[in-house]
């Protein structure tokens, strides 16, 4: 347990303590969210929050790997390098997004490359738990439906970037869980991912919680959602768990479900499926009368209780 606890405790301090430098190169690039009729908050806010996430993940990473060798631990390091490769082109995508906008066709595309990147080395789903009688194999489905769920994830933890705290949050939740999970079926490589990650957010969450100093930007909510995204492949699909397909899914139930519905509306609309708006659930909550906060704490309380819901299924019986 010693490598987990310094994986969680490096994650953390790093992103803690390098994201106020953060802030100051982001004013100084001129990355700042400005205020508009579609955003709650009303002064320009710095983003660039993904490049201390980056850095406290990827440096905790690094070292539990390194000290892994002395516990025993059989990590993939293969799979790891492939992750690192697409997410660091996905924090600079999202850096250049921060900083002068892009397109969100040039945004896809780029979100497709990174998931063919990490497919390319063997983040790949497989198969799928038929719980009845063995596993299927999905064959020449396997490269689509991992790449739908890559880009998927890693839109939707995008999408729910709308209030203070929620994306990082949400994020720090549903990477403890599928902590929990990775443990429970042995998947060490994917479990330390996740412990980096929930560090790096909750790191990065005392200054991005409500009222927040700094935003994730583009450039963090990407790679947190790509990171969830590979990672939830490392320790959930890679194993013959009972309701493999089940248990992501309930972890990450609220941010894929207000996806599902936010494209919905936008083709019904004939708009662009990635075209911002004010109809999200943090914004529902906020039209009912709930303060910023509350709306965020809500939604953790929602993510809270599916989370447990895909823990309950996944001990054995």
């Given at each position: 347990?010693?490598?987990?606890?310094?994986?969680?405790?490096?994650?953390?301090?790093?992103?803690?303590?390098i994201t106020p430098l953060v802030k100051k190169i982001a004013f100084r690039l001129k990355a700042l969210d400005l205020p508009?009729?579609?955003?709650?908050?009303?002064?320009?806010?710095?983003?660039?929050?993904?490049?201390?996430?980056?850095?406290?993940?990827?440096?905790?990473?690094g070292t539990a790997v390194f000290a892994a060798r002395f516990w025993g631990i059989f990590i993939d390091l293969t799979m790891l390098l492939g992750v690192f490769l697409a997410s660091t082109i996905l924090l600079?995508?999202?850096?250049?997004?921060?900083?002068?906008?892009?397109?969100?066709?040039?945004?896809?595309?780029?979100?497709?490359?990174?998931?063919?990147?990490v497919?390319?080395?063997?983040?790949?789903?497989?198969?799928?738990?038929?719980?009845?009688?063995?596993?299927?194999?999905?064959?020449?489905?396997?490269?689509?439906?991992?790449?739908?769920?890559?880009?998927?994830?890693?839109?939707?933890?995008?999408?729910?970037?709308?209030?203070d705290g929620l994306a990082t949050g949400v994020t720090a939740i549903s990477a403890l869980t599928l902590f929990l999970v990775a443990l429970l079926t042995q998947q060490f490589g994917a479990a330390i991912l996740m412990l980096a990650l929930m560090?790096?957010?909750?790191?990065?969450?005392?200054?991005?919680?409500?009222?927040?100093?700094?935003?994730?930007?583009?450039?963090?909510?990407?790679?947190?959602?790509?990171?969830?995204?590979?990672?939830?492949?490392m320790g959930v699909f890679k194993t013959t768990l009972v309701l493999a397909l089940v248990v992501p899914i309930l972890i990450l139930g609220v941010p894929i479900f207000d996806t599902l519905f936010a494209i919905g509306r936008r083709l019904k609309a004939r708009r662009h499926p990635f075209e911002a708006d004010n109809r999200h659930i943090h914004h529902l909550l906020l039209s009912f009368g709930l303060s910023k906060r509350e709306a965020v704490m809500a939604i953790y309380i929602a993510c809270f209780v599916l989370s447990f819901t895909a823990l309950v299924v996944t001990l054995p019986k």
């Open positions: 347990m010693v490598i987990y606890f310094l994986t969680l405790l490096l994650a953390f301090g790093i992103t803690f303590f508009n009729e579609r955003k709650v908050h009303t002064t320009p806010i710095p983003r660039l929050g993904g490049v201390g996430i980056y850095l406290g993940f990827w440096i905790a990473v600079v995508v999202g850096i250049v997004d921060d900083i002068r906008s892009l397109a969100p066709t040039t945004k896809l595309i780029w979100q497709i490359v990174a998931a063919l990147i497919i390319y080395f063997g983040v790949e789903i497989n198969f799928i738990t038929n719980p009845f009688n063995g596993i299927w194999l999905l064959g020449v489905f396997a490269v689509p439906l991992t790449l739908l769920w890559l880009v998927g994830i890693t839109n939707a933890i995008n999408l729910i970037d709308g209030l560090g790096a957010a909750l790191g990065f969450l005392r200054y991005n919680f409500f009222p927040a100093s700094i935003f994730l930007g583009d450039s963090g909510s990407m790679f947190l959602g790509f990171i969830l995204a590979a990672a939830s492949i």
